[in-house]
């Protein structure tokens, strides 16, 4: 999975819980998050310095990490359904960071099939 694939495989389940995700596509995730977040902070200062509109890097922050929040929280747990762990665990910090670095199962598992197994279903279908 790239990028741009799981980006827009997060955006288009963003509520959504049920399944799962691979390991990739969470990181290729945080890696968005992270280069998103950074870019936006960078655009919220040029625009604060530079053109004098107070708060705009507090606004454009706290707007992107709003529209991340929940996209994000589903992700993680898709990720722990990979690995055939309940998504509460999220409540855990510790424990659920050395889970996100656990391989997900290779097989169905009780939350059902791997990601690209689903994806190949779906498309035979079609």
């Excluded at 706290?62 to 509460?88: A, E, K, M």
């Excluded at 910090?93 to 050395?98: A, D, E, L, M």
Aim: charged share 15%; glycine share 6%; net charge negative.
């Amino acid at each position: 999975m790239t990028l741009i694939e799981s980006v827009e495989n997060v955006f288009s389940n963003y509520f959504n819980t049920e399944g799962r995700a691979s390991r990739s596509e969470y990181w290729w995730w945080y890696l968005f998050t992270l280069l998103a977040s950074t870019a936006v902070s960078v655009l919220g200062v040029i625009l604060d310095k530079l053109m004098g509109i107070t708060f705009a890097s507090t606004i454009l922050t706290w707007g992107f990490s709003i529209l991340v929040l929940i996209p994000t929280i589903c992700v993680q747990i898709r990720r722990y359904h990979d690995i055939n762990r309940s998504g509460w665990w999220i409540l855990c910090p510790i424990v659920n960071f050395i889970f996100l670095f656990f391989a997900g199962d290779e097989g169905e598992n009780d939350y059902g099939l791997p990601q690209e197994a689903t994806q190949e279903e779906t498309a035979e279908q079609e």
